[in-house]
């Protein structure tokens, strides 16, 4: 699949934002899909994660009760909803999506994951 971001933009520290990755192949729901983010200097690092079925989400500590993950396979589009954000949110972000993709937590270097080119968040103090 061939994920697309949008909704990144520039917010001051405590706001709010939300992406969305949008994907237009129908296999849609057959994928589990991921959030990472990538600042300047920075390894890509996982955000969060919801499982093919929907059950399942993970969340990486430093964003965990700020930042929620769902989808919507009506719409191929999954959501992250950024709350209390702070300058250390600042980074480039990515989908991901991995065919029957658990959701649990992966590296970035996982060889299988379909990227998206990423949006961009930044977070003024």
């Known amino acids: 699949v061939q994920p697309v971001e949008f909704g990144g933009g520039v917010v001051q520290a405590g706001g709010s934002l939300s992406l969305s990755c949008v994907v237009s192949e129908r296999v849609f729901s057959t994928y589990g899909f991921y959030w990472f983010r990538q600042a300047p200097g920075k390894e890509r690092e996982f955000v969060c994660s919801?499982?093919?079925?929907?059950?399942?989400?993970y969340y990486a500590d430093s964003v965990k009760g700020r930042f929620t993950i769902s989808r919507d396979d009506a719409k191929n589009t999954v959501w992250l909803r950024m709350n209390s954000l702070k300058p250390e949110d600042t980074a480039a972000y990515y989908c991901a999506g991995l065919l029957w993709g658990s959701g649990r937590p992966m590296s970035a270097d996982e060889e299988w994951l379909d990227w998206g080119q990423g949006t961009q968040v930044t977070v003024s103090s």
């Open positions: 919801i499982s093919a079925t929907g059950g399942d989400t």
